[in-house]
């Protein structure tokens, strides 16, 4: 009897152990009736290591918002040549820039095979991850209404307090799209009204660019008109200048291998009786030859000039 028993007991440990082995459904169909895709968002995950599994699940989670908006933008937007001028400008970021603020997110479950892969599913609660987003969506709205609020009889000032706002509207955006990505729900599009409202301030606003160099003045005028241009000013007349100065000379090293060029730009915005803004820049610059050294000062100074320029706007 006693072994009849174990006859028995054996097949019986032997089956438990390959049911354990065996690859679960959820990795091929995350969604199961457990977690229902009506009320999670899944995604699954694999690496060498369970971190590195939870790593890649991550970015995925981060990739499926990312393709979502985009094809919704592309299927929304009819005319988004304006938003591209600016989101070069500002280097814009999309929902997909950060696998950290995704809220909510959180591993539900983990298997790892004979050779040693890891995989893991990873879960965010749609409602309860919107319900977060939203509040803070709400801090924002509010921050961009009393932006809208201020007044100021002169058209510049104007301008530069809607364009301070403007990273306020982005991370207001990516929470839209967040929003809309967990539950379909739809929220205005902050980003596309504050660029038409930008963009239509901006055609009433003059602004003549004067260059005072003594290398390749054209290459300064083109570059700080095209960046005006982007940011929707005109340039039929003058309402206000942009004063560009720009000098250089070489530096001698005498134990250097390099050839050294030092700049200093100076910029400012304004009309005859004020200046609303001006800044001054200045860097050595390293390269082989003192020519390569030269054209690499002048580029430095025009690019970082139209930064700052920027920066200085929006302030």
Same mark, same amino acid.
């Given at each position: 009897?006693? @072994?009849?028993?174990?006859?028995?007991?054996?097949?019986?440990l032997v089956?438990?152990?390959?049911?354990s082995? *065996?690859?679960?459904a959820?990795?091929?169909?995350?969604?199961?009736?457990?977690?229902?895709?009506?009320?999670?968002?899944l995604v699954v995950?694999?690496?060498?290591?369970?971190?590195?599994?939870?790593?890649?699940?991550?970015?995925?989670?981060?990739?499926?918002? =990312?393709?979502? /908006?985009?094809?919704?933008?592309?299927?929304?937007t009819?005319?988004?040549?304006d938003?591209?001028?600016?989101?070069? &400008?500002?280097e814009?970021?999309t929902?997909?820039? =950060?696998?950290?603020?995704l809220?909510?997110?959180?591993?539900?479950s983990?298997?790892?095979?004979?050779l040693?892969?890891?995989?893991? *599913?990873?879960?965010?609660?749609? @409602?309860e991850?919107?319900?977060?987003?939203?509040?803070?969506?709400?801090e924002?709205?509010k921050?961009?209404?009393? /932006?809208r609020?201020?007044?100021?009889?002169?058209?510049?000032?104007?301008? #530069?307090?809607?364009?301070?706002?403007?990273?306020?509207?982005?991370?207001? !955006?990516?929470?839209?799209?967040?929003?809309?990505?967990?539950?379909?729900e739809l929220?205005p599009?902050?980003l596309?009204?504050?660029?038409?409202?930008l963009?239509?301030?901006?055609?009433?606003? =003059?602004?003549?660019?004067?260059?005072?160099?003594e290398t390749?003045?054209?290459?300064?005028?083109?570059?700080?008109?095209?960046?005006?241009?982007?940011?929707?000013?005109? !340039?039929d007349?003058?309402?206000?200048t942009?004063t560009?100065?720009?000098?250089?000379?070489?530096?001698?090293?005498?134990?250097?291998?390099?050839a050294?060029?030092?700049?200093? &730009? =100076? /910029?400012?915005?304004? #009309?005859?009786?004020? /200046?609303?803004?001006?800044?001054?820049?200045?860097?050595?610059?390293?390269?082989?030859e003192?020519?390569?050294?030269?054209? @690499?000062?002048?580029?430095?100074?025009?690019?970082?000039g139209i930064?700052?320029?920027?920066?200085?706007l929006s302030?």
């Amino acid at each position: 009897m006693r @072994k009849g028993v174990l006859l028995v007991l054996i097949p019986l440990l032997v089956s438990c152990v390959s049911i354990s082995h *065996r690859r679960p459904a959820w990795i091929d169909r995350p969604y199961d009736g457990k977690f229902p895709e009506k009320e999670y968002l899944l995604v699954v995950g694999s690496g060498s290591s369970h971190q590195k599994a939870v790593d890649n699940a991550r970015i995925n989670l981060a990739a499926v918002f =990312s393709s979502r /908006v985009e094809a919704f933008t592309r299927i929304t937007t009819i005319d988004s040549s304006d938003g591209e001028a600016f989101d070069e &400008l500002f280097e814009q970021g999309t929902v997909s820039s =950060s696998v950290e603020d995704l809220v909510g997110s959180e591993v539900v479950s983990s298997y790892t095979d004979e050779l040693g892969q890891t995989y893991v *599913r990873l879960a965010v609660d749609r @409602k309860e991850s919107a319900r977060f987003l939203r509040t803070r969506l709400s801090e924002l709205t509010k921050e961009l209404e009393q /932006v809208r609020l201020q007044s100021s009889t002169d058209r510049l000032e104007r301008y #530069r307090l809607l364009l301070g706002a403007y990273p306020v509207a982005r991370e207001a !955006q990516q929470l839209s799209d967040r929003i809309w990505v967990l539950t379909d729900e739809l929220n205005p599009d902050f980003l596309t009204a504050l660029r038409s409202e930008l963009r239509s301030l901006a055609r009433s606003i =003059s602004v003549e660019v004067l260059v005072h160099s003594e290398t390749d003045p054209h290459l300064l005028k083109a570059g700080f008109e095209e960046a005006l241009q982007n940011l929707g000013f005109s !340039q039929d007349g003058g309402d206000y200048t942009l004063t560009i100065i720009y000098e250089s000379e070489p530096v001698v090293f005498e134990a250097s291998p390099y050839a050294y060029e030092r700049y200093q &730009l =100076s /910029v400012t915005l304004g #009309r005859s009786d004020m /200046v609303v803004r001006s800044f001054t820049l200045s860097e050595r610059i390293a390269a082989l030859e003192q020519r390569d050294a030269e054209a @690499k000062a002048l580029q430095s100074a025009l690019h970082d000039g139209i930064e700052t320029l920027i920066g200085v706007l929006s302030q």
